[in-house]
């Protein structure tokens, strides 16, 4: 966890803003997976 922290802290600090953009794909990835999930969920009501 220390080596995966550090790396990420590296990453960061070489590309400003990288750890933001990761954030950002992870939350729209799970938003593209969840809501076709949701759909149906609203159709059935």
Do not use: R
Not at 5 to 14: E, H, N, P, T, Y
């Amino acid at each position: 966890p220390i080596i995966g922290g550090f790396g990420a802290w590296v990453i960061d600090l070489m590309f400003p803003g990288f750890t933001e953009i990761i954030m950002l794909v992870a939350i729209g990835g799970l938003m593209f997976f969840l809501l076709p999930m949701l759909k149906p969920a609203e159709a059935a009501k």
